[in-house]
């Protein structure tokens, strides 16, 4: 059809054989990745943080599902709001954080891109810090919070840019 700058991104890939099926049936009817024509997954379950460097053959970038991520390695149910009063739903936690930062240099090392769509970077302030820290390359933000968290980013992207320079300068 001629399109140009189109994106898929597949949800819930568990193993490398799935996605290595979804893309043979993908380049069987035309869809080859090239320029213009980009293949994402999310990164949504443990194995995909796991197993990044594997998953990175088949795609152009990883977008960290926050909510679920964080669902399926706390084992809390996000909707619990039991669980949710006693700490175990936090995008926050330190294994949350771990895994992330995990896949943030898993992917860059391969050449893909790490971005998020979720709830965290939104409400939590510290969490969008955390992820600008780590060399997250997009941060996809509900609406009426992206003003606030703008400003955020773009003090964690000062303070970086400052401690890069003293570092060089040997201060």
Do not use: W
């Not at 979804?22 to 943080?49: H, Q, V």
């Not at 088949?58 to 996000?78: E, H, K, P, V, W």
């Not at 930062?101 to 860059?108: G, R, V």
């Not at 060399?135 to 955020?152: Q, R």
Request: charged fraction near 25%; hydrophobic fraction near 40%.
């Amino acid at each position: 059809m001629g399109l140009r700058n189109l994106n898929i991104m597949l949800p819930f890939v568990r193993t490398v054989d799935e996605v290595r099926e979804i893309t043979a049936m993908m380049e069987s009817i035309g869809l080859k990745r090239n320029r213009d024509f980009s293949l994402y997954l999310m990164a949504e379950i443990p194995a995909n943080i796991l197993m990044a460097e594997e998953f990175s053959e088949y795609c152009d970038g990883f977008s960290i599902g926050s909510n679920d991520l964080t669902q399926l390695i706390m084992g809390a149910d996000r909707d619990s709001d039991i669980l949710g009063r006693m700490g175990y739903f936090d995008e926050r936690n330190e294994a949350v954080k771990r895994a992330i930062s995990m896949l943030i240099k898993t992917a860059h090392a391969k050449g893909k891109s790490v971005g998020i769509c979720g709830q965290g970077p939104s409400v939590y302030p510290e969490f969008a810090e955390f992820l600008v820290e780590e060399g997250i390359d997009y941060i996809s933000l509900n609406p009426d919070t992206f003003v606030k968290t703008k400003s955020v980013i773009a003090s964690a992207e000062k303070r970086i840019m400052l401690k890069r320079m003293r570092e060089l300068s040997g201060n």
